[in-house]
């Protein structure tokens, strides 16, 4: 079946020591975004990409960082990770960025900063 | 700005009765909005969208909602709730300009109880 797959699920780090979590798929899709999700809130947009273009949301912290080295992966770098970066990282694809578009998620990986 | 607002932190039902999650919008132009549902420690799993056309749209799950212009809502229902339908649930609208992201409600909290 056609996904969207996150590695790894859970990933516990330490203040400070990089961490980089990871996302493929296998729908072809052109764009991939990543959100962040704390406490069951609404998920927030960090950025994403339109083929190999990267869009990344005005308030998005300089420690998040991304890399898309094909269609199929795409990946999110936490430079320095603080406390306040614990939350459940959520990566999402469409075909296009269009109105009618539908996003579709994977499972996610919860993040714990120890 | 597109948003929608979800007026209830929490919906409870007994299984067996019919649901309903509230979602209100406010948009400039056309809406298009979205459903998901998200389970613990997953991620958000489409349910269902409207584009344009019949106002009562049906979706995954035996879910349906009903697109109400005069009243800008777009109500989640179900007819009969199961234990299983027991998530967290978001209403999304698209943005009409610029990149034109998600924007996610604040979520509702669904418990069926047996």
């Known amino acids: 079946d056609a996904m969207v797959i996150q590695n790894p699920r859970y990933q516990v780090t330490q203040f400070g020591k990089p961490v980089t979590l990871s996302c493929s798929q296998t729908l072809n899709h052109n764009v991939m975004y990543w959100y962040q999700q704390k406490s069951s809130q609404a998920p927030k947009l960090l950025f994403h990409y339109y083929d190999k273009d990267f869009n990344n949301e005005a308030d998005t912290p300089d420690n998040f960082q991304s890399r898309r080295p094909n269609t199929s992966f795409c990946f999110l770098d936490i430079r320095s990770p603080g406390l306040g970066d614990a939350a459940m990282y959520l990566c999402?694809?469409?075909?296009?960025?269009?109105?009618?578009?539908?996003?579709?998620f994977g499972p996610g990986t919860r993040l714990l900063v120890l | 700005a597109q948003s929608v607002a979800q007026p209830e932190d929490q919906v409870n039902v007994a299984e067996g009765n019919p649901l309903t999650v509230k979602c209100t919008y406010s948009?400039?132009?056309?809406?298009?909005l979205f459903w998901y549902v998200q389970y613990p420690n997953r991620g958000l799993q489409f349910l269902l969208k409207?584009?344009?056309?019949?106002?009562l749209v049906k979706g995954s799950y035996g879910f349906e909602a009903e697109f109400n212009k005069s009243q800008t809502s777009f109500h989640l229902k179900k007819p009969s709730a199961l234990v299983s339908d027991s998530a967290l649930y978001f209403c999304?609208?698209?943005?009409?300009?610029?990149?034109?992201?998600?924007?996610f409600g604040t979520g509702t909290r669904l418990l069926v109880s047996p």
């Open positions: 948009v400039s132009g056309n809406p298009y």
């Open positions: 409207y584009i344009t056309g019949d106002n």
């Open positions: 999304a609208v698209r943005e009409a300009t610029g990149f034109q992201k998600l924007v």
């Open positions: 999402a694809t469409s075909s296009s960025p269009g109105l009618q578009e539908t996003q579709y």
